[in-house]
T-cell receptor, first 114, second 114 residues
Framework: AQSVAQPEDQVNVAEGNPLTVKCTYSVSGNPYLFWYVQYPNRGLQFLLKYITGDNLVKGSYGFEAEFNKSQTSFHLKKPSALVSDSALYFCAVRGGTGFQKLVFGTGTRLLVSP | NAGVTQTPKFQVLKTGQSMTLQCAQDMNHNSMYWYRQDPGMGLRLIYYSASEGTTDKGEVPNGYNVSRLNKREFSLRLESAAPSQTSVYFC?????????????FGPGTRLTVT
């Protein structure tokens, strides 16, 4: 069975500083990894995904994520945080073959202070 | 394109009452999903429809039923609401239920059962 762990409930960072939101996964076969963001009282929005190829994936709003197969991690990063990045971030994984459901982590709240 | 729409946005039910949550997508997606979001638990899959005419149980199907009315619409029914079903419900869709494709989410329905 596939699973996702987001070890930090909350990450605090000052505006302008780099940010990292951690995600580790467990899946049989090749993993297909996703990051979503949720702003208050809104649905989830897709940020980026890793399917295959380059381990560094670039996405929306200046976010990127690094796939590390040996560490089974897919951390979300941004070089310079903005106050408007404050939101709830979800990592998700899908693996195996055939129709596979997407499994979400429990989410990490990012707070960017001015 | 409206994307994924959900009605209603808010609902308060008494224990034992029934209701149907409506979801529609205009992206010609084949697969549709219903999730519930509870604090500290991330998103949990209730039911999904891999393609028109098929539905399957997800992680937490008890107390719910679904109908894939056509390619656009996927409804979720609570036959006899319980306080444990107080949650935020999200509908999502994707091109196919394959591992490559991201999901698009609706704005959610906030349900309270008293």
């Amino acid at each position: 069975a596939q699973s996702v762990a987001q070890p930090e409930d909350q990450v605090n960072v000052a505006e302008g500083n780099p940010l990292t939101v951690k995600c580790t996964y467990s899946v049989s076969g090749n993993p297909y990894l996703f990051w979503y963001v949720q702003y208050p009282n809104r649905g989830l929005q897709f940020l980026l995904k890793y399917i295959t190829g380059d381990n560094l994936v670039k996405g929306s709003y200046g976010f990127e994520a690094e796939f590390n197969k040996s560490q089974t991690s897919f951390h979300l990063k941004k070089p310079s945080a903005l106050v408007s990045d404050s939101a709830l971030y979800f990592c998700a994984v899908r693996g195996g073959t055939g129709f596979q459901k997407l499994v979400f982590g429990t989410g990490t709240r990012l707070l960017v202070s001015p | 394109n409206a994307g994924v729409t959900q009605t209603p946005k808010f609902q308060v039910l008494k224990t034992g009452q029934s209701m149907t949550l409506q979801c529609a997508q205009d992206m010609n997606h084949n697969s549709m999903y219903w999730y519930r979001q509870d604090p500290g638990m991330g998103l949990r899959l209730i039911y999904y429809s891999a393609s028109e005419g098929t539905t399957d149980k997800g992680e937490v199907p008890n107390g719910y039923n679904v109908s894939r009315l056509n390619k656009r619409e996927f409804s979720l029914r609570l036959e006899s609401a319980a306080p444990s079903q107080t949650s935020v419900y999200f509908c999502a869709s994707s091109e196919v239920g394959d591992r490559y494709f991201e999901q698009y989410f609706g704005p959610g329905t906030r349900l309270t059962v008293t």
